[in-house]
Nanobody, 121 residues
């Protein structure tokens, strides 16, 4: 059974940083491309970043480039999202999922509970 457990969210001031984690189980993590998504209130879920199974290649949504970094630790079955220079518009629930690949990734698993990120002064 696939499980994706996101953590690390919270309340942060504009310009601050957070590091999200996603612990995965139930599939061969080291062979799976992974992505982070987010969903703000009243908006559709959107892709934030993706990373290949080896971690050697990444892809980001334009608004996150230079501020967010996706990484993974295959020994720990965990994918991370380091978020810097946070803005109020980054406020959303953040989710991870395993995906088809780096280009136009399609999520393959059921969604976890996500982790809430709120950027506010």
């Amino acid at each position: 059974q696939v499980q994706l457990v996101e953590s690390g969210g919270g309340l942060v001031q504009p310009g601050g940083s957070l590091r999200l984690s996603c612990a995965a189980s139930g599939f061969t993590f080291s062979s799976a491309a992974m992505s982070w998504y987010r969903q703000a209130p009243g908006k559709e879920r959107e892709l934030v970043a993706a990373i290949t199974s080896t971690g050697k290649s990444t892809n980001y949504a334009d608004s996150m480039k230079g501020r967010f970094t996706i990484s993974r630790d295959n020994a720990k079955n965990t994918v991370y999202l380091q978020m810097n220079s946070l803005k109020p518009e980054d406020t959303a629930v953040y989710y991870c999922n395993y995906v088809t690949g780096l280009i136009r990734p399609t999520p393959l698993g059921s969604w976890g509970q996500g982790t809430q990120v709120t950027v506010s002064s």
